[in-house]
Nanobody, 113 residues
């Protein structure tokens, strides 16, 4: 099965920044709406940001103003710039098409207080 590959996670102090990257095949990326999701321990997976092939973005209220999603359609890559990180942002982060597609392994983001 074709899966996206996420990278860039790590341990950071509150207030810090991280940039996540996602590499996907053309069959995943194509003209699809792509999203960054996260799952914290004991909580359901949630969509935090999405972007259309034309670059229109949408964010969850909890990350609005702090996270920026972007994509490079020529390289089939998706990014998530995360600033002013909070301990509650701690989760495994995944990228995926917002409709269908397979989950990758995700990348762990841990924010210490």
């Amino acid at each position: 099965q074709v899966q996206p590959v996420e990278s860039g996670g790590g341990l950071v102090q509150a207030g810090g920044s991280l940039r996540l990257s996602c590499a996907a095949s053309g069959s995943i990326f194509s003209s699809n709406v792509m999203g960054w999701y996260r799952q914290a321990p004991g909580k359901p997976r949630e969509l935090v940001a999405s972007i259309t092939s034309g670059g229109t973005t949408s964010y969850a209220d909890s990350v609005k103003g702090r996270f920026t999603i972007s994509r490079d359609n020529a390289k089939n890559t998706l990014s998530l710039e995360m600033n002013s990180l909070k301990p509650e942002d701690t989760a495994v982060y995944y990228c995926k098409r917002t409709i269908g597609g397979n989950w990758g392994q995700g990348t762990q983001v841990t924010v210490s207080s």
